[in-house]
């Protein structure tokens, strides 16, 4: 498989971030980070991404408004939203391409990363 040219990863826990970084890196994708989702927002805007994963250890909230403020900047872009084993907020998933349980991280994000991106001839 070829990979997609970026992925943005936004994430408030440092250590689950620049493990997940690595993680991708190691799958050959060229990785970008961002501590805040102010500033991931912002790095969104100004870099050519093809996917963007968000990982946020709250109740999902601020990971929905993350989301959404990158669908009304590029809508074609796939996100996908990293979550815990408890619930969300309602609404919190729905404008989510994919939808990965950190438990499963190592499995399952590569297989959702398959999924959303196009394939590349």
Do not use: Y
């Amino acid at each position: 498989m070829r990979h997609a040219n970026s992925i943005l990863c936004i994430g408030n826990d440092p250590v689950n971030l620049n493990l997940r970084c690595s993680l991708l890196r190691q799958h050959g994708w060229k990785v970008l980070s961002s501590g805040n989702g102010h500033e991931g927002i912002l790095r969104f805007g100004q870099e050519t991404v093809n996917v963007v994963i968000v990982d946020f250890n709250e109740d999902g909230s601020e990971a929905a408004l993350i989301i959404g403020e990158l669908k009304r900047l590029r809508p074609e872009v796939p996100v996908i939203l990293m979550k815990d084993e408890k619930d969300l907020v309602p609404g919190a998933t729905q404008q989510a391409s994919a939808v990965v349980l950190k438990s499963r991280e190592s499995i399952d994000l590569i297989n959702a990363l398959k999924a959303v991106l196009p394939t590349r001839s």
